[in-house]
C-alpha cells in the first residue's frame, strides 16, 4: 500500500472503513513521520502517541463489533494548543500555563472523539493566537515546510506546517483575525474560518470573545469540510452559539468539486484586488478569478468602502477584549506563580507572574486594550470601533444583495522570511488586512491555494454570508478542481 | 506628537498587573505609539449616528433549567494550582499586616 501520510482524509477514512487498513497503522505512520520530520517543522508542541494510539486501537476494536462508525473514524487530527483536551498538557504557548493539563475537554474536542478521530498531539501557535508567524511562541517558532527559514504563518502556524508537512491529514484552527486562514495561505493548505457561533467556543482559551471561532484546517477542501461537519453545531455550553442546523458544507464541496459554477456571482473586494499586495500574489488571485469565469461563475466588482479601516478596528477590539480575558491568569487557580517568597503581597506575586509568564506581544495587547477602555479614550477608541463593526457589517450585507460570495486574495504577501517583521508590530498586523473584516461582521471565510508565488503558495480566499458556509465550500472546491492542490518541495 | 507617553505605559502596565522592566517601557512605548497612530484613524470615520456593535450574534441570553449536572470534583479544580492548602486555593497575603 502506498505511504497513508501522502493521503486525504477521505481516502484513508475510505480504506479504514474497506478493512484494507486499520487505524493503528494509520497513527503510527503518521506519528513516525512526526518522529522523522518535527525537529525541522516543529509543528507540534506536544505529541500524545500513547493516547493516539489508544483511541485507533479503540476505534479498530469497534469496527470489528460491526458498530457503525462516522466518515472521519480512525482518521488523525492535530489540534492547536490554544484547546482545552483532558489530561493532556495546553499551554496555548505561553509560559504562564506551562505543563497544564486540563480537567475537561472542548465541545469540539468531545466531537473528535466521539467521531472517532484520533488525536495525535497539540501544535504551535503564537501565545494566546496573538500573532501571525508564531515567532511570538514561548516555545520556539514553526517553520513553514515550504521553506524552513520562514514563517508558517500565525497565529496557527503549527496546525497548517503539521498539514504541508504531512505529519497529520487535519488539524483544528482556531480564527479570531485570520489565524485559520493565513496560515493555510502561506503554507499551501486549506483553511476555513465557520460562520461565528456556528462552531462552540466551550474550551478554547477566550482571546477576543466576541471573534473567536475555531474550524478546520485539512489539504483539500472536501476534507476540511467532512472536519467542518463533524465538529460544528449548537451547543448549550456557548451562550453565543446558534441554534441552527449546520449547512451542508459536505455536499456543497462535493457540488463544488464537478467544476460546474453557472449562475453562481462572485463580488471582487475592489479594495483588496490592487495595491498593498505583493505582485505575485495578485497575478495568482488574477489567473484564479479567470479559471472560476471558465467554469460558469459571473464576477463583478464590488466596494466595501469601510473595509480599510477593519484592522485599526481590529486592532482595538481584540486588544480590548483580550486584556479583560486574560486578567484571568493571576497565578492563583492555574499555572505560573512567581516571586511567592511568603512576604510579597498578592498584588506584587501577580504582576511579578504576569510579567513573567506573558510575552513581548500579550503584553502590547493587554496594555493597548486597557488603555482602548480607559475612560477618556473609551469614546475615541473602543466606542468608535464598535461604530465602525456596524459599518463593515452593513458592507458585507449589502455586498450579499448583490452577490453569493465575496473573494479576494487571503494575505497581502507569500510566507516572510523570519524576523522580518517583528521589530515593528504594526507591519505583523498587516498580514491580516484581507482576513479581518469577516471576523467583525461574523461571516464565514475559507482560504484555498490557488498557486504560487516566487515559489511559495498563495491562497485564494472566498467570504460567505452568515450561516452560508456551503456557498464558500462550493466555490474553494470548484477552484480547486481548477488549479489542483500544491505539493511541498520534500523535507 | 506622542499618542502615548512612557509615564501613561506604566500607569497601565500598573493597572494590568504586569511588573514589567525598565527596558519593556522604553520598547513597549514606542512600538505602542506607533500602534495607536496607525489606528487612530478610525476616528476620520463619520459615525456619530451609528449604533454600536459588540456582537455578531444577534441572540438573548437562555436559561437552562435549574437541575443539578455533573461538574468537576474538587480535586480536579485543584489540580493545575499552582498552591492550595485545606482544599483551597492558597494565595499570598492580601492585607497589609498593620491592616
Not at chain 1, 483553511?191 to 484546517?217: E, H, M, N, Q, V
Amino acid at each position: 500500500m502506498s505511504d497513508v501520510t501522502r493521503m486525504t482524509a477521505a481516502q484513508i477514512a475510505g480504506l479504514i472503513a474497506a478493512g484494507e487498513t486499520s487505524a493503528v497503522e494509520v497513527a503510527t505512520a503518521h506519528l513516525d513521520r512526526i518522529d522523522a520530520v518535527d525537529d525541522r517543522v516543529h509543528a507540534f508542541l506536544h505529541v500524545d502517541r500513547e493516547g493516539a494510539l489508544a483511541a485507533a486501537a479503540d476505534v479498530d476494536a469497534r469496527r470489528g463489533r460491526g458498530e457503525e462508525l462516522g466518515p472521519l473514524a480512525g482518521v488523525p487530527v492535530a489540534v492547536k494548543d490554544i484547546i482545552a483536551t483532558k489530561g493532556v498538557p495546553t499551554t496555548a504557548a505561553s509560559k504562564i500555563l506551562e505543563g497544564w493539563k486540563p480537567p475537561y475537554d472542548a465541545t469540539l474536542v468531545e466531537r473528535l472523539r466521539a467521531a472517532g478521530t484520533v488525536m495525535l498531539g497539540k501544535t504551535n501557535m503564537d501565545e494566546f493566537a496573538m500573532g501571525s508567524s508564531t515567532e511570538y511562541s514561548a516555545y520556539g517558532p514553526t517553520n513553514n515546510p515550504w521553506d524552513l527559514g520562514r514563517i508558517p504563518g500565525g497565529s496557527g502556524g503549527g496546525s497548517a506546517a503539521s498539514l504541508a508537512a504531512y505529519e497529520a491529514p487535519l488539524a483544528i484552527g482556531t480564527d479570531t483575525g485570520g489565524s485559520i486562514r493565513q496560515p493555510g495561505a502561506v503554507t499551501g493548505t486549506v483553511g476555513a474560518k465557520p460562520t461565528y457561533g456556528g462552531t462552540s467556543r466551550y474550551g478554547l482559551i477566550a482571546f477576543s470573545s466576541s471573534l473567536d471561532t475555531p474550524g478546520p484546517c485539512a489539504r483539500t477542501v472536501e476534507d476540511a469540510a467532512l472536519l467542518h461537519a463533524v465538529i460544528a453545531g449548537h451547543d448549550v455550553r456557548d451562550s453565543t452559539s446558534i441554534p441552527q442546523p449546520v449547512p451542508d458544507v459536505v455536499g456543497a464541496a462535493r457540488l463544488g468539486a464537478t467544476g460546474d459554477l453557472s449562475g453562481v456571482k462572485l463580488g471582487l473586494v475592489k479594495e483588496f484586488a490592487g495595491e498593498g499586495a505583493e505582485p505575485g500574489v495578485i497575478a495568482a488571485f488574477r489567473e484564479s478569478v479567470e479559471a472560476l469565469v471558465k467554469l460558469g461563475a459571473e464576477v463583478v466588482e464590488i466596494s466595501c468602502p469601510h473595509f480599510e479601516y477593519a484592522l485599526p478596528a481590529y486592532y482595538l477590539i481584540a486588544p480590548s477584549e483580550a486584556s479583560s480575558n486574560l486578567a484571568r491568569f493571576d497565578g492563583v487557580r492555574y499555572g505560573l506563580r512567581a516571586g511567592d517568597d511568603g512576604k510579597r503581597s498578592l498584588e506584587e506575586v501577580m504582576s511579578l507572574t504576569r510579567d513573567e509568564g506573558f510575552g513581548p506581544e500579550v503584553k502590547r495587547r493587554i496594555i493597548l486594550g486597557t488603555y482602548a477602555l480607559s475612560s477618556g479614550y473609551y469614546d475615541a477608541y473602543y466606542g468608535q470601533a464598535q461604530k465602525v463593526r456596524t459599518l463593515i457589517t452593513r458592507d458585507f450585507t449589502s455586498a450579499f444583495e448583490k452577490v453569493d460570495v465575496l473573494i479576494a486574495p487571503t494575505t497581502p504577501f507569500v510566507a516572510f522570511p523570519f524576523g522580518s517583521r517583528t521589530s515593528d508590530p504594526y507591519q505583523m498586523y498587516l498580514a491580516d488586512l484581507y482576513t479581518i473584516p469577516t471576523n467583525l461582521y461574523g461571516g464565514p471565510a475559507i482560504s484555498v491555494p490557488c498557486g504560487l508565488s516566487e515559489g511559495l503558495p498563495v491562497g485564494f480566499q472566498i467570504m460567505a454570508p452568515t450561516m452560508a458556509d456551503d456557498r464558500m465550500y462550493r466555490v474553494a472546491a470548484a477552484l480547486e478542481s481548477a488549479v489542483g492542490t500544491l505539493t511541498p518541495p520534500e523535507l | 506628537m506622542a499618542a502615548i507617553s512612557r509615564e501613561e505605559v506604566a500607569h497601565l502596565a500598573r493597572l494590568s498587573r504586569l511588573a514589567v522592566t525598565e527596558e519593556e517601557l522604553d520598547r513597549f512605548a514606542g512600538q505602542l505609539d506607533v500602534i495607536l497612530q496607525s489606528v487612530a484613524r478610525i476616528g476620520d470615520v463619520a459615525a456619530d449616528d451609528i449604533p454600536p456593535t459588540s456582537h455578531s450574534v444577534p441572540l438573548t441570553n437562555v436559561y437552562r433549567d435549574d437541575v443539578v449536572q455533573p461538574c468537576l470534583t474538587q480535586d480536579a479544580a485543584l489540580a493545575g494550582a499552582p498552591d492550595t492548602a485545606e482544599g483551597r486555593f492558597r494565595v499570598p497575603r492580601i492585607l497589609d499586616e498593620e491592616a
